[in-house]
C-alpha cells in the first residue's frame, strides 16, 4: 500500500471489554513496531516485530496487552479487560531495519 | 525500546524567525539520528536525517546539526511558518540498540503570529 494504515481510526469501549486494533504496515517493511501515546505526551514503545525474530515485548504495560503479526504483514494488538487508563492513542509503524520508520495516523482509544 | 510519559517542553517563536530545537541523545554508540514531526492529531512525520559520519545535513529549510562529542542534535527551522506549528521528536538508533528507535521526550513548537 502507499502508506501504514491502522484501523478503526476511533474506538470507544467500555470498562473490562476487549479491543482489537489492526495495522497495515507498508508493503516490503520487515519490522513493525506500536506505540502508545497518551494526550500531550511523547511516544511509549509497546512491542517491536522483527521479520521472523521474536518480538521485542519489554515496553507491554501488563499481561493484558498482546500484539501478533501473521505473515510477517498485518499486525494486530489486542487489549484484554480494558482500563480507562488505556485510553490513549495507539501509533503502528513500519520500516526496513534501522531506517526511517513510517507511521500510521494511528487508533484513538476511548475507554469509559 | 524506550518510554517517553513526560509533558512536553515548548519552544515559542514568532513566525519569519529561525526556530532551534535540540535534542540529547543517550547512546554513544548510536549511529543513526532522525527528527519527527507531528501534527495535531496525525502521525509523526519523517523531518530529516543524518548519519554518524556527518556533522550537518541541510533539507529545505531545515538544517540537523550533530555533535558527537556532547551527544548532542539539533533541528533548525528557517523563517518559521504557522504550518511548522507541531511537536518534534528526536530519535536514535544503532546496532546497540538492534536498530530499534530511541525516542526524545519530543518539544512543542508553538509560532506566534
Known amino acids: 500500500g502507499a502508506g501504514v494504515s491502522q484501523s478503526p481510526s476511533n474506538k470507544v469501549t467500555e470498562k473490562g471489554k476487549d479491543v482489537e486494533l489492526r495495522c497495515d504496515p507498508i508493503s516490503g517493511h520487515t519490522a513493525l513496531y506500536w506505540y502508545r501515546q497518551s494526550l500531550g505526551q511523547g511516544l511509549e514503545f509497546l512491542i517491536y516485530f522483527q521479520g521472523n525474530s521474536a518480538p521485542d515485548k519489554s515496553g507491554l504495560p501488563s499481561d493484558r496487552f498482546s500484539a501478533e503479526r501473521t505473515g510477517g504483514s498485518v499486525s494486530t494488538l489486542t487489549i484484554q479487560r480494558t482500563q480507562q487508563e488505556d485510553s490513549a492513542v495507539y501509533l503502528c509503524a513500519s520500516s526496513f531495519p534501522g531506517h526511517e520508520q513510517f507511521f500510521g495516523p494511528g487508533t484513538r482509544l476511548t475507554v469509559l | 525500546g524506550e518510554s517517553v510519559g513526560l509533558h512536553l517542553p515548548t519552544l515559542s517563536v514568532q513566525e519569519g524567525d529561525n526556530s532551534i530545537i535540540n535534542c540529547a541523545y543517550s547512546?554513544?554508540?548510536?549511529?543513526?539520528f532522525i527528527w519527527y514531526k507531528q501534527e495535531s492529531g496525525k502521525g509523526p512525520q519523517f523531518i530529516i536525517d543524518i548519519r554518524s559520519n556527518m556533522d550537518k545535513r541541510q533539507g529545505q529549510r531545515v538544517t540537523v546539526l550533530l555533535n558527537k562529542t556532547v551527544k548532542h542534535l539539533s533541528l533548525q527551522i528557517a523563517a518559521t511558518q504557522p504550518g511548522d506549528s507541531a511537536v518534534y521528536f528526536c530519535a536514535e538508533t544503532g546496532e546497540d540498540s538492534n536498530y530499534q528507535l530511541i525516542w526524545g521526550a519530543g518539544t512543542k513548537l508553538i509560532i506566534k503570529p
Open positions: 547512546n554513544s554508540a548510536s549511529d543513526y
